[in-house]
């Protein structure tokens, strides 16, 4: 977990519209929706938390998935975004509006997820 907090050091949570490539494939067809800094980063047992800035939609869609992305926008993480506890990024709805605030202050990591 501290190699991938240390990965994340002043990194980005980005939202894309679908199709949701393969993990760290190059990004294609899918539209940049919104954009975190993640500003903080700790590990407790097996959780890693990120503590993330809020910001406002870039463009209008469904967002389908996230890479999570480190200062000079290498690939760290992956995954889906839903409204299900199930998903990797875990959100009240899935829809952005651009120049819409988003509040996402915090997101977790656990081993095994």
């Not at 407790?44 to 996230?66: K, P, Q």
């Not at 199930?86 to 009240?92: E, K, L, N, P, S």
Request: hydrophobic content about 50%; proline content about 2%; charged content about 15%.
């Amino acid at each position: 977990m501290a190699e991938i907090g240390a990965a994340l050091d002043a990194g980005r949570v980005r939202l894309y519209s679908g199709p949701q490539p393969a993990t760290g494939a190059a990004i294609t067809t899918e539209e940049l929706l919104a954009e975190f800094v993640i500003q903080a980063w700790a590990i407790s047992g097996d959780t890693l938390s990120l503590a993330l800035s809020s910001t406002a939609g870039i463009a209008n869609g469904e967002a389908v998935w996230a890479r999570i992305v480190g200062s000079a926008g290498a690939h760290v993480l992956d995954g889906d975004c839903g409204i299900t506890a199930d998903a990797f990024v875990m959100m009240r709805s899935t829809t952005v509006q651009a120049g819409i605030s988003i509040a996402a202050t915090e997101a977790t990591l656990g081993y095994g997820d």
